[in-house]
Each structure stands twice: as structure tokens, then as C-alpha cells.
């Protein structure tokens, strides 16, 4: 069972969880069950300053090494999370943490809390395959396999074939590989091996498919948010923290500034020019995040910030780690410093697509996971593969419409996207929005 409501700003909120005697709210309603954490302040960051305090001697001694561990740490947490009364600082009693004047003390104490939250944050762990959201739909036609195979412009062919998603070859494709890891670049494509995304490395690809060569060219790369952002979202206070997960499928990114409300715009970016739905979870079943029965889908009137960015750590003490920032966009390795040259892989991407005369233009953004790839590779014309997801199109969709109450044109855009959740969400424990040939059989009466 599930409960749904549009917000009353544009915003539509899905979450999976609900009594059998509740109802859906009217579509215009302002009513809505938030999952979001209790906002009364815990007691724990409390109780760890209250028990470092006696141990003033050993700060005093805090070491350069201190300083450099306590800046890393700075580094991974957002401005807004260390406000007093705004994130982890504000769990704290602000008569306490006045009591501790800037220096080595104040250092190491702040040191010892956001180790602590840091620590916990790396904790959290992405689903099994059979729960994944993305993953759970491949578990009717069998268990995921890690060996490698090759990416290439055929296969992507086939894969959006199987899709009903029609290519836009007028300006470079940027391709989203979600849990991959790239074996070797050959001519033409690449060699991946899927892998299980983690949350806290850089475990899939994100290339540039450009139809002058008809060549495929993919970097290191995250479709994920980061265990950090994702935990800041369950954990903090500050209600600017936001972080979700962008569904499978395609749609349609432009050249501009990622709206961010705790770390500033992303001036080098690419932003979704047309809305999603994407997956937010508030930590209910914590430590296990994203899975496809839980959390809450949210599609907001104004852009959220997603897109694509630069990973964001090309300095020191990062560089040559594979540590990444994001709230839910895509992010590629390097770095886009402000008023600076982009650095690294992101570089690169760049002036890829700006070879293809796409830099400011829009793009056609494909997101898919290795392991359905790599099923799409043994099995091209399966049937059993055939799906419909945001991006799709043609008579099999509007088909889909009618089956749904909904007004047919053709395009399984956003509002179609939430019509299959809210009926995935009524009939079965997993919401993906993603159409099978068994559900649409099974739910609809519908062939594929």
C-alpha cells in the first residue's frame, strides 16, 4: 500500500509505506506524511563534547596531523551542516560549544564529532540487487552476474530499442552507466565490468557517445548521491539538505548552474532541463539506502539540483582518491574550481561535448545500469527485456496511458513516470517506475 500527494507548490511526494485504512489525498491537496526525522535535538553530540571536555591536556597537544585530519573532514561536510543550531554543530547546546575558545581545543573537539558522524555515515550500504532500485526489475529474469563485457554503439542501440527511447543523434549522447567499472577503452567503446555501487567511490561511467566518429569515450564516474550527503538528509537538522536518486531512462540535460542550497551554484554544470522524479530516502531503513520499497519519490516543479558536475576533489589531501560530492546528480572525476579552468576528467567531458557543438546546447542524457547492459549484450531481441521508463515513446506508451487513466501523447515524461509509481506503489513492494513485460500482464493487461 502507498500514499500519494501533490504538494502544493508543484511538488509531488510518493513514499511506500501507509495504513491499509488510509486514503490518497485530492490531487491539489497540502496535506502529506513526511518521513523526515524528528527535528528535536538528540543528545548524543551533547554528551561526547560534555565527556571530551576533562580531557583538555590532550587537546592542548593536538598535532599539524590534527589540523590536516580535522580540514579533510571539513572538507566532506557541507558549510550549512557545521552552522550552530543548523546541523552538527547544532546538536550541540551552544552555551558548550561558547564555552570552547578557537584553538587546538576547539579543533579537537570538533575533530572528535564529526569523526564520529563521519564514521556513521560510511556505514550506510546500498541494497541487494533484488532490492536496488533500478536492480529490483532485472531479479524476474534471474540473478546479476560481475563478468566484463564491451560498450558499444550497437549495444546502446539495442538497449534503447528495448526501451522504446529514441536516440537524438543531433549533439553528442552522454551516457550514465550506473554501477560499472571500466576494464580498458578500445576502439569504438569500452570494457566494463559491473560492480555494486557503494555510495563513498566512484563505481560507474559516465562517457560521451558523438555521432561524427560513432565512437563511445566513458571517465570514472558516480550516478549515486554520496553516503555523506545521503546521511547529512537522515541525520541533520538543516532543512536545505536534500539528497535523491535519479531513475533509469532518458532525458534531457542544458549547459548552466546547479541550484544548491548549502555549498553555492555549480557554475560548470549540466542541469536537467525537463523535471524527474528521483528517490529520497530519510533513513527508515537505515543502514540500507535506495532500496526500491522504501524512501519517498519527489519531482519538483522548479529544477531540482540535479545534473552532472565535477566530482568537486581534485586537491589535496584527495587527489588520487576516488572520493566524490553529490546530493543525487551525476558526477565525473575533477574538479570545476570557481572562476577557474575545469580540472581532470571533468575537463575533458567538457570539451567533448563542446567539440560536438553541443556545449551550450541541450543533451539527451541515457542512464542504465551495467547489469542490464550486460543482459542486453547475451540477448538483444529478448523479450523478456523489453521496458518501458522515462524517455520512451511511441504507440506502446500511449497505450500505457490509456491503461492508466492517463492523457495519451506518447512521451512517458515525468507525469506518466508518476502515474506507474503511484500504481506500483498500490499493487506491489517495489516502486521503480519501471515498466516489465510481466507487470504490464500482470497490473495492466498490457503486452509490451
Known amino acids: ?32 506524511m513526511s518521513s523526515r526525522p524528528s527535528s528535536r535535538p538528540t ?7 560534555l565527556a571530551a571536555l576533562p580531557a583538555h591536556t590532550a587537546f592542548a597537544q593536538a598535532s599539524k596531523d590534527d589540523d590536516a585530519g580535522l580540514r579533510r573532514l571539513l572538507a566532506d561536510f557541507e558549510p550549512g551542516d557545521l552552522k550552530p543550531g543548523a546541523g552538527l ?19 579537537r573537539v570538533l575533530t572528535h564529532l564529526l569523526t564520529k ?16 532500485l533500478d536492480y529490483a526489475h532485472l531479479a524476474e529474469d534471474g540473478k546479476a552476474e560481475n563478468s566484463a563485457f564491451d560498450v558499444t554503439p550497437a549495444l546502446i542501440s539495442a538497449w534503447a530499442h528495448s526501451s522504446n527511447i529514441a536516440l537524438d543523434h543531433r549533439r553528442p549522447i552522454l551516457l550514465a552507466i550506473r554501477g560499472a567499472t571500466i576494464t580498458a577503452q578500445k576502439t569504438g567503446g569500452l570494457r566494463i565490468a559491473p560492480t555494486r555501487p557503494d555510495l563513498k567511490q566512484l563505481r560507474c561511467v559516465i562517457g560521451v557517445w558523438s555521432a561524427d566518429t560513432d565512437a563511445i569515450r566513458g571517465f570514472r564516474a558516480s550516478t549515486t548521491p554520496s553516503a ?49 522524479a528521483a528517490l529520497r530516502d530519510y533513513g527508515r531503513t537505515a543502514p540500507i539506502v535506495y532500496a526500491a520499497g522504501g524512501g519517498a519519490w519527489m519531482l519538483d516543479g522548479a529544477p531540482l539540483a540535479h545534473g552532472v558536475h565535477a566530482a568537486g576533489f581534485d586537491q589535496a589531501p584527495y587527489r588520487g582518491h576516488s572520493y566524490f560530492s553529490s546530493s543525487g546528480s551525476l558526477t565525473v572525476g575533477g574538479a570545476a574550481p570557481p572562476m577557474a579552468q575545469p580540472k581532470g576528467d571533468w575537463a575533458a567531458l567538457m570539451r567533448m561535448l563542446a567539440a560536438g557543438g553541443g556545449a551550450d546546447q541541450t543533451h539527451q542524457c541515457l542512464l542504465v545500469t551495467a547489469e542490464e547492459l550486460r543482459r542486453t549484450a547475451l540477448a538483444p531481441n529478448e523479450p523478456t527485456l523489453r521496458r518501458l521508463r522515462l524517455g520512451a515513446s511511441g504507440p ?39 515498466v516489465t513485460p510481466r507487470w504490464a500482464r500482470d497490473r495492466l493487461r498490457l503486452a509490451l
Open 43 to 49: 543528545r548524543r553530540a551533547a554528551l561526547a563534547l
Open 1 to 32: 500500500m502507498a500514499w500519494f500527494s501533490s504538494l502544493a507548490q508543484g511538488s509531488t511526494l510518493l513514499c511506500s509505506r501507509f495504513s491499509a485504512k488510509s486514503r490518497l489525498p485530492n490531487a491539489g491537496s497540502a496535506r502529506f
Open 117 to 132: 558522524e563521519h564514521d556513521a555515515a560510511l556505514k550506510l550500504r546500498w541494497p541487494e540487487d533484488e532490492q536496488a
Open 396 to 434: 506502446t506508451v500511449a497505450a500505457l496511458q490509456r491503461a492508466l487513466g492517463r492523457t495519451e501523447n506518447g512521451l512517458f515524461d515525468a507525469q506518466t513516470q508518476i502515474a506507474v509509481l503511484r500504481k506500483q506503489l498500490w499493487s506491489d513492494d517495489r516502486a521503480d517506475g519501471v
Open 89 to 107: 554543530v547544532g546538536d550541540v547546546p551552544p552555551i558548550l560549544f561558547g564555552l570552547l575558545k578557537p584553538g587546538a581545543i576547539r579543533r
Open 228 to 276: 555523506l550527503h545521503t546521511y547529512a538528509q537522515t541525520r541533520l537538522k538543516n532543512a536545505g539538505r536534500v539528497s535523491s536518486l535519479l531513475p533509469t531512462g532518458a532525458f534531457s540535460l542544458a549547459r548552466g548552474t546547479l541550484r544548491t542550497e548549502t555549498a553555492g551554484p555549480h557554475g560548470s554544470a549540466l542541469r536537467l532541463a525537463t523535471p524527474v
